[in-house]
C-alpha cells in the first residue's frame, strides 16, 4: 500500500503524539482496519475522497441491503424465541421444581445480569481485532459509541458542528434510566400479581401488551394503520386467550382459589403491567435507536450497549425493595443451592441474550413485530413441555399457537413491505465500518 496515497489529517487520534507518529504507524496491519464509523458530519472529511484512510468520511449511498438485514432480523427473532423459551423453563424450574421461590430476587439478578452484555461485545470486538494496541483499541471503542450515541440523540447522520460538541452522556443517562425503570417496574407489577389472580389471567393480560406496543406505535411512532397488522394484533391476542383459556378445568380450579376482590385487583395490575411494557418498547424505538440509514451492525451494538446500561441500573437501583421484601416476610432472602444457582445462571444468560436480540430486533424492524416474536415463545415453551416434561399438548395450546403463528407472518409481511416494499427517500449518506486495507 503506498503510503503517499494517504491523507493523515483526518486521523481521529486522541492526541497530538498519535497525529505526530501516524506515518510510521501506516506498516501496522491494524492501523489500515479503521474501527470506526464514517460520518459525514466532519468538515474535513466532506473534503475528503472515499478510500482515503481517515476515521470520518462521506460516502455516496446506494440503498439500503435489504437482504442482508432480512436475513439479519430473521436470526434475531429465532435467537429471541430460542433463548426467551430458554428462560422460562429455568426460572420456572428453579422456583417450582427446585423450591428457591424468590421471583423479585431471580428478576433482580436477571435484569441486574445485563450488564454482562458490554465485555462481551468488548471481547467479540477484541477477537475481531487481535493485533489492535489495547490503548487504541478502546479509544476506537468509545469514540465510536460516543459518536452513535450523538447519532441517535439528533436523529441524523448529518451532524452540524455543534452537535458533534455536544457530549450525548446526559441524554443517554436519561433515557437508559427511564428505560430501566419502564422495564423493572413493568416486570415487577407481573411478581406481584402472580399471587392475587389466575394463571389464566396473568397470561392473557400480561401479553395484550402487543395490543399497547400497537398503540403506542401509532401514537408516539406516527405508524400507520394498516390491515395487516389490524389482523395480526387481534390474532396474537385471541391465540393467548385460547391458550390461557383453553382448559375450562384449570380454569375453574384456578377461579376458586383466588378471591374475587382479590383477582380483579391483580388483573388490574397486570394489565398497568401490560401498558409500561407497550411503551418500553416504543421509547427504546423512539429514544434509543440510530436513523434508518444506520447499518444492522451498528444497530445492534448500539442495542448491546443499552441493554447493558439497564443492567447497570438496575444494579444500582432496583436492590432497594429487597431488603424491604425480606423484613416484611414478603420474600426472605435465601442463598440457592447449588444445583438452583446454577440454572439460575442459565436464565440469567438466557434472558441477557434474549434482551440483546429482542432490543436488537426492534432497532431493525419494529416494536410490534418483536412484540408478537415473543408471543411466539408461549406456544414453544408448551411444545418443549410436552417433548421434554410429559406435559399433554391440548387441542386449545395447538388451536392457539396456530393463531399466533398466523399473526407473526402477516406482521412480519408487512413490516418488510413497510420497510423495504415501498418508495423511500434515500439518505445521501452511510454510515459503515471502513473496509479493511483499502487503496486509492
Request: aromatic share 12%; with cysteine; glycine share 6%.
Given at each position: 500500500?503506498?503510503?503517499?496515497?494517504?491523507?493523515?489529517?483526518?486521523?481521529?487520534?486522541?492526541?497530538?503524539?498519535?497525529?505526530?507518529?501516524?506515518?510510521?504507524?501506516?506498516?501496522?496491519?491494524?492501523?489500515?482496519?479503521?474501527?470506526?464509523?464514517?460520518?459525514?458530519?466532519?468538515?474535513?472529511?466532506?473534503?475528503?475522497?472515499?478510500?482515503?484512510?481517515?476515521?470520518?468520511?462521506?460516502?455516496?449511498?446506494?440503498?439500503?441491503?435489504?437482504?442482508?438485514?432480512?436475513?439479519?432480523?430473521?436470526?434475531?427473532?429465532?435467537?429471541?424465541?430460542?433463548?426467551?423459551?430458554?428462560?422460562?423453563?429455568?426460572t420456572v424450574y428453579v422456583q417450582r421444581d427446585l423450591g428457591w421461590d424468590k421471583p423479585y430476587?431471580?428478576?433482580?439478578?436477571?435484569?441486574?445480569?445485563?450488564?454482562?452484555?458490554?465485555?462481551?461485545?468488548?471481547?467479540?470486538?477484541?477477537?475481531?481485532?487481535?493485533?489492535?494496541?489495547?490503548?487504541?483499541?478502546?479509544?476506537?471503542?468509545?469514540?465510536?459509541?460516543?459518536?452513535?450515541?450523538?447519532?441517535?440523540?439528533?436523529?441524523?447522520?448529518?451532524?452540524?458542528?455543534?452537535?458533534?460538541?455536544?457530549?450525548?452522556?446526559?441524554?443517554?443517562?436519561?433515557?437508559?434510566?427511564?428505560?430501566?425503570?419502564?422495564?423493572?417496574?413493568?416486570?415487577?407489577?407481573?411478581?406481584?400479581?402472580?399471587?392475587?389472580?389466575?394463571?389464566?389471567?396473568?397470561?392473557?393480560?400480561?401479553?395484550?401488551?402487543?395490543?399497547?406496543?400497537?398503540?403506542?406505535?401509532?401514537?408516539?411512532?406516527?405508524?400507520?394503520?394498516?390491515?395487516?397488522?389490524?389482523?395480526?394484533?387481534?390474532?396474537?391476542?385471541?391465540?393467548?386467550?385460547?391458550?390461557?383459556?383453553?382448559?375450562?378445568?384449570?380454569?375453574?380450579?384456578?377461579?376458586?382459589?383466588?378471591?374475587?376482590?382479590k383477582r380483579l385487583l391483580g388483573n388490574i395490575i397486570t394489565a398497568a403491567g401490560a401498558v409500561?411494557?407497550?411503551?418500553?418498547?416504543?421509547?427504546?424505538?423512539?429514544?434509543?435507536?440510530?436513523?434508518?440509514?444506520?447499518?444492522?451492525?451498528?444497530?445492534?451494538?448500539?442495542?448491546?450497549?443499552?441493554?447493558?446500561?439497564?443492567?447497570?441500573?438496575?444494579?444500582?437501583?432496583?436492590?432497594?425493595?429487597?431488603?424491604?421484601?425480606?423484613?416484611?416476610?414478603?420474600?426472605?432472602?435465601?442463598?440457592?443451592?447449588?444445583?438452583?444457582?446454577?440454572?439460575?445462571?442459565?436464565?440469567?444468560?438466557?434472558?441477557?441474550?434474549?434482551?440483546?436480540?429482542?432490543?436488537?430486533?426492534?432497532?431493525?424492524?419494529?416494536?410490534?413485530?418483536?412484540?408478537?416474536?415473543?408471543?411466539?415463545?408461549?406456544?414453544?415453551v408448551a411444545l418443549y413441555d410436552w417433548l421434554f416434561t410429559g406435559h399433554d399438548l391440548t387441542?386449545?395450546?395447538?388451536?392457539?399457537?396456530?393463531?399466533?403463528?398466523?399473526?407473526?407472518?402477516?406482521?412480519?409481511?408487512?413490516?418488510?413491505?413497510?420497510?423495504?416494499?415501498?418508495?423511500?427517500?434515500?439518505?445521501?449518506?452511510?454510515?459503515?465500518?471502513?473496509?479493511?486495507?483499502?487503496?486509492?
Open positions: 500500500m503506498p503510503e503517499s496515497s494517504h491523507k493523515l489529517e483526518g486521523l481521529p487520534s486522541a492526541s497530538k503524539q498519535d497525529k505526530e507518529s501516524a506515518a510510521p504507524l501506516l506498516e501496522d496491519a491494524w492501523e489500515v482496519e479503521w474501527d470506526v464509523y464514517s460520518d459525514p458530519a466532519t468538515t474535513e472529511a466532506s473534503e475528503s475522497e472515499p478510500g482515503t484512510p481517515t476515521a470520518l468520511l462521506r460516502h455516496t449511498f446506494d440503498g439500503p441491503d435489504s437482504k442482508k438485514r432480512v436475513i439479519t432480523a430473521a436470526i434475531l427473532m429465532a435467537l429471541a424465541v430460542v433463548t426467551l423459551v430458554a428462560q422460562t423453563e429455568a430476587l431471580i428478576l433482580y439478578l436477571t435484569h441486574g445480569f445485563y450488564i454482562i452484555l458490554w465485555p462481551g461485545l468488548l471481547a467479540f470486538e477484541r477477537f475481531r481485532q487481535p493485533g489492535k494496541p489495547w490503548g487504541r483499541f478502546f479509544e476506537d471503542h468509545f469514540y465510536v459509541l460516543r459518536r452513535t450515541a450523538q447519532y441517535v440523540e439528533h436523529q441524523t447522520l448529518d451532524l452540524s458542528a455543534s452537535q458533534t460538541i455536544k457530549s450525548p452522556i446526559p441524554y443517554m443517562v436519561t433515557t437508559c434510566f427511564i428505560q430501566c425503570c419502564a422495564l423493572n417496574i413493568a416486570a415487577a407489577t407481573w411478581f406481584v400479581a402472580a399471587n392475587m389472580t389466575t394463571p389464566s389471567d396473568l397470561t392473557a393480560i400480561n401479553n395484550t401488551s402487543a395490543i399497547f406496543t400497537y398503540v403506542f406505535s401509532v401514537w408516539l411512532l406516527k405508524e400507520s394503520m394498516r390491515v395487516k397488522k389490524n389482523v395480526a394484533v387481534v390474532l396474537a391476542v385471541i391465540g393467548v386467550l385460547i391458550i390461557a383459556y383453553g382448559n375450562p378445568t384449570d380454569g375453574e380450579s384456578d377461579a376458586t382459589a383466588v378471591s374475587n376482590k409500561l411494557f407497550g411503551l418500553y418498547r416504543v421509547l427504546f424505538k423512539l429514544k434509543a435507536c440510530l436513523p434508518a440509514e444506520a447499518t444492522a451492525g451498528m444497530n445492534i451494538t448500539f442495542s448491546v450497549i443499552v441493554g447493558s446500561s439497564i443492567g447497570v441500573f438496575t444494579t444500582l437501583v432496583f436492590w432497594i425493595p429487597l431488603p424491604l421484601l425480606h423484613f416484611t416476610g414478603w420474600e426472605t432472602f435465601e442463598l440457592p443451592s447449588l444445583w438452583a444457582a446454577l440454572w439460575i445462571g442459565v436464565g440469567i444468560i438466557s434472558s441477557a441474550l434474549f434482551t440483546a436480540s429482542f432490543l436488537s430486533l426492534t432497532a431493525l424492524t419494529s416494536p410490534v413485530l418483536s412484540s408478537v416474536a415473543a408471543m411466539l415463545s408461549i406456544f414453544f387441542k386449545a395450546t395447538l388451536g392457539g399457537g396456530f393463531s399466533i403463528i398466523i399473526a407473526f407472518l402477516l406482521i412480519g409481511w408487512s413490516t418488510y413491505q413497510e420497510t423495504y416494499g415501498e418508495d423511500k427517500v434515500i439518505n445521501e449518506h452511510e454510515m459503515r465500518r471502513m473496509p479493511p486495507n483499502e487503496e486509492v
